[in-house]
């Protein structure tokens, strides 16, 4: 059984440009949520994909976009960084689109937007 | 609103003893609750969890209450030791289009030998 992987685990970007990181779900999940935590904050909900469609979102703005590919893997793209969006981003991937069942968390990417 | 406030947000307390860490939340429809555990530059961790059926529940030196008509739940972790400093956050379920988690802020526990 594997884990749920994330790249790349650091990245440094300049205000203005674009993104994309990169969750492989654990085995058998077809459920990929992102979450982005801020330093000193809890994670805070950005999106939820489930089987390859969006199935709901947070509080954020649509330059934050994402995708799930047929073996779940998901990408989170973010356009136009803005400094603000400096963080740790995570992704937890689950058996079926609610979180009861257990998250099971990717160790995230630090970005770093300058 | 959704809203789920931890506190304290640190916490300090002599290996051995007790530590207690509590959160309330907002949302009455919320079924869910868990607790996650993140030491430094490591994914978060969950610890324990408990549903709203349940009042209370154990596993060997962490427990957690819930109070639903309250909104509140607590950690409880005894005799702590050295491996248990890292922070905690506590979770409760929402549902907006999707079930997800909102998190606490978090508390920073520090266990001193």
């Known amino acids: 059984e594997t884990g749920v992987t994330q790249s790349p685990t650091h990245l440094i970007k300049t205000r203005g440009q674009q993104v994309t990181l990169r969750c492989s779900s654990q085995s058998g999940h077809n459920t990929v949520s992102w979450y982005q935590q801020a330093l000193g904050q809890g994670p805070q909900f950005i999106f939820q994909y489930y089987r390859e469609e969006e199935n709901g979102r947070g509080n954020f703005p649509p330059r934050f976009s994402g995708l799930q590919f047929p073996n779940y893997s998901s990408e989170l793209n973010v356009n136009a960084l803005e400094l603000d969006d400096s963080a740790l981003y995570l992704c937890a991937s689950s058996l079926v689109p609610v979180p009861d069942y257990g998250y099971t968390f990717g160790s995230g990417t630090r970005l770093t937007v300058v | 609103g959704e809203n789920v406030e931890q506190h304290p947000s640190t916490l300090s307390v002599q290996e051995g003893d007790s530590a207690v860490i509590k959160c309330t939340y907002s949302?009455?429809?919320?079924?869910?609750f868990p607790w996650y555990k993140q030491e430094l530059g490591k994914r978060p961790q969950l610890i324990i969890d408990i549903r709203s059926n349940v009042g209370e529940k154990k596993d060997q030196r962490i427990a957690v209450t819930l109070n639903k008509t309250a909104k509140h739940f607590s950690l409880h972790i005894t005799e702590t030791q050295p491996e248990d400093s890292a922070v905690y956050f506590c979770?409760?379920?929402?549902?907006?289009?999707?079930?997800?988690?909102?998190f606490g802020q978090g508390t920073r526990l520090t266990i001193n030998p």
């Open positions: 979770a409760a379920s929402i549902n907006q289009g999707a079930q997800k988690l909102v």
């Open positions: 949302d009455s429809a919320s079924n869910y």
